[in-house]
């Protein structure tokens, strides 16, 4: 590794080691944060990572380390534990880097903050941006082109010291100003993704999950505009562009996921033994909790919600959502 690091990356499951990856691309210095010790002396020795992203070989510029302290010489910090243990990792952040890009997708159970909400709390003086779109890590890994959203807390100003940092021949971020928009993009997708896996493993059909999709979106539409994102944020990568993605690939944990329940397994079953995160299934539960709670129609999540806790089937969830009352496609009447 050549110089101190610039950018630090905070969590080394798939996403953190593919966005290290990509840095670390044009020979730039990246310092890896691994909550597993021994995948840290892996990394250093060995520059791979089996546990999370089996098959790459890692850049001469990562380097790894256990330990919070040693990212505290970095200008940013892009984030990357999994949305139920973001606050307790930034707890030990150390103090130092100015500019934290958060890469979890997903909603704190139990609390229903968003991530920045989690990370304004948790760390007062930073500034706040968030990166997410249509992003599998093994292809983000393999140097294959990939377009993010990057919403900057900070407006134009963060986004002038992020963009040349995060941007490389094959990453691509466009901005926007839209915290709230991006973070719900990511979080709300993912439960659809699980929907979609559904209609997979059930044998639905294509046109069942085109329209699972179409009708997902609307309610991510929903619960957004209530909670002040903009929808052309929505419609963009980390909306619709990483929904469109994760509801058609058995790449996406999600996905498979849910196509393991429609094949009638229950989640403690599908989920069992995995070291990999399917967001989703965090984000259903405290997703269905928030819209009940603010009137939100979103039968398709609030499925997912009920099939996870397995108050009902998987094809209960599709009769049901198919035995709703007609209406109107835009709202309005009839
Ligand atoms: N894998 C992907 O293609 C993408 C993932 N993401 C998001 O990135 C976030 C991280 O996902 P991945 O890197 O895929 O994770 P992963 O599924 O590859 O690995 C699990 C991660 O969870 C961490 N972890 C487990 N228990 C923990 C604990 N008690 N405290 C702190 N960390 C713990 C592990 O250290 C590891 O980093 C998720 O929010 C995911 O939705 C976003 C875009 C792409
Ligand atoms: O967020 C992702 C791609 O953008 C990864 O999706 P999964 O977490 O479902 O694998």
Redesign the pocket.
Same mark, same amino acid.
């Given at each position: 590794m050549s110089g101190a690091a610039v950018i630090g990356v905070v969590?080394?499951?798939?996403?953190?080691?593919?966005l290290a990856q990509v840095l670390a691309s044009d020979g730039s210095p990246v310092l890896l944060w691994?909550?597993?010790p021994e995948l840290v002396s892996e990394i250093n020795a060995t520059r791979r990572n089996r546990l999370?992203?089996p098959g790459a070989e890692l850049a001469p510029g990562i380097a790894a380390t256990g330990t919070l302290a040693d990212l505290a010489s970095c200008a940013a910090l892009l984030v990357?534990?999994?949305?139920q243990?973001l606050a307790?990792?930034l707890a030990d952040l150390p103090a130092g880097p100015r500019d934290l890009v958060l890469?979890?997708?997903?909603i704190e159970a139990g609390s229903g903050r968003l991530m920045a909400e989690v990370a304004a709390a948790a760390v007062p003086g930073a500034e706040l941006a968030v990166l #997410?779109g249509p992003?599998?890590?093994?292809e983000v890994a393999a140097g294959l082109p990939t377009a993010v959203t990057l919403a900057c807390g900070g407006g134009e100003a963060q986004w002038q010291r992020l963009a040349p940092l995060i941007s490389r021949k094959t990453l691509r971020p466009y901005y926007s100003d839209d915290l709230i928009g991006a973070e719900i993009g990511?979080a709300v997708k993912?439960v659809l993704a699980i929907a979609c896996g559904v209609v997979e493993g059930l044998g639905l059909g294509q046109n069942a999950r085109a329209a699972l999709i179409a009708r997902g979106y609307a309610e991510m539409l929903r619960f957004g505009l209530a909670r002040g994102a903009r929808a052309e944020t929505l419609a963009g990568l980390c909306g619709l562009g990483d929904l469109v993605l994760t509801c058609s690939s058995a790449s996406s944990?999600n996905f498979t996921l849910g196509q393991a329940l429609g094949q009638g397994q229950s989640a403690a079953e599908a989920l069992a033994g995995k070291? #990999?995160?399917a967001?989703g299934a965090s984000t259903a539960p405290v997703l269905a909790e928030l819209a009940a709670r603010d009137g939100i129609a979103m039968p398709i999540a609030t499925a997912v919600h009920r099939l996870l806790a397995g108050e009902l089937s998987a094809a209960e969830a599709a009769a049901e959502l198919l035995a709703r009352p007609l209406r109107a496609e835009q709202g309005g009447s009839p």
């Open positions: 969590g080394a499951g798939a996403w953190g080691t593919a691994a909550r597993e999370f992203l990357v534990v999994p949305a243990f307790r990792v890469c979890a997708k997903g #997410s992003t599998f890590a093994h990511g993912n944990r070291a #990999s995160v967001e």
